[in-house]
């Protein structure tokens, strides 16, 4: 009897209507000389032991980079950069449970942030939620400061295009594939393959959506002392509150392009406050964004 090729009993399935088959991620070969006329980027991502960058530590870091063209097609992915990294304290068990990774994988181990800044280089990093991996390893490696970042988790508007989570996973099986989740590497690969692809709604390819945002410019408003009263009507608006952990104010906070915030304070005085008043504004462009560096000035409303 001749064997079936997996790819017939696949389109089998699939051509019946009551399944729905998920192929498993194979990262592609590293490309060996960097496709011309391309620009480069780095995918991030790291295991913790914790979720306070000030005290918990990194005990894993990823970094795979990736091959672009300016209209956002990725063609070519490069040799990954992979480590561990022994923690000061024992991790957590909750962690491990998580991650896979315990105390003996890591003993000895430890990631050099030279190493890091050097593979890094000057290029865009991406990070699935980078408002957590950029915290870790700006205070992991300083001279990641410098670089410009972006975040494929809130950069890209998932649910305009049909999905109902965002989250990593979630977004992978809804796109036919899944992978070995919670070690860093595969997250990386997984999300290099999110942005490789068309986004079912707009068609357009998703690094493409993902660079538009991080080229942009936008403001973030902070609603400081706004009336208690109107705390629902600010988050009907799309307001997120800070509690004021990262020494920006204690308030509610949105963030809107450059030609918009004109009719933001405008919605602020009439809407809120009933009068004209003072409030802090930062600029924020894709080397302070999802970062702890922003700078509030006081603007009139």
């Known amino acids: 009897m001749n064997s079936v090729h997996p790819n017939e009993l696949i389109a089998a399935l699939e051509a019946n209507g009551d399944y729905k088959v998920l192929r498993r991620l194979r990262p592609p070969e590293p490309v060996r ?8 980027a780095v995918l991030v991502d790291v295991e913790t032991t914790g979720l306070d960058c000030e005290r918990d530590e990194i005990i894993e870091l990823a970094m795979v980079p990736f091959f672009y063209t300016l209209e956002g097609e990725i063609v070519g992915v490069g040799t990954p950069f992979d480590g561990l990294r022994q923690p000061a304290a024992p991790i957590p068990t909750d962690v491990t ?49 410098d670089n410009p970042w972006a975040c494929s988790l809130n950069e890209v508007r998932w649910s305009d295009e049909g999905f109902k989570s965002a989250k990593l996973a979630y977004l992978a099986m809804s796109s036919g594939f899944y992978y070995d ?19 079912p709604v707009s068609g357009s390819l998703a690094l493409s959506a993902l660079l538009a945002s991080a080229r942009g410019r936008t403001l973030r408003c902070w609603a400081e002392h706004s009336p ?45 406050y009933k009068s004209d008043v003072m409030f802090p504004v930062a600029e924020i462009t894709a080397f302070n964004r999802h970062s702890n560096r922003l700078t509030p000035v006081v603007a009139e409303v």
């Open 181 to 199: 989740k919670h070690r860093a590497v595969h997250d990386c690969h997984a999300t290099i393959e999110l942005l490789s692809r068309p986004l």
């Open 33 to 40: 000389v960097v496709p011309a006329g391309t620009r480069r």
């Open 97 to 145: 449970k998580l991650t896979g990774i315990d105390d003996a994988m890591v003993a000895g181990r430890s990631i050099d942030p030279t190493q890091v800044s050097a593979f890094a280089g000057n290029s865009l990093i991406i990070a699935h939620n980078a408002a957590f991996d950029r915290r870790f390893l700006e205070r992991f490696c300083s001279s990641l400061t």
């Open 228 to 272: 208690f009263e109107s705390k629902n009507e600010l988050k009907r608006r799309g307001y997120r509150w800070n509690g004021g952990e990262d020494g920006t104010p204690r308030a509610w906070w949105i963030d809107v392009a450059e030609a918009d915030i004109e009719a933001e304070r405008a919605y602020l005085r009439t809407e809120i």
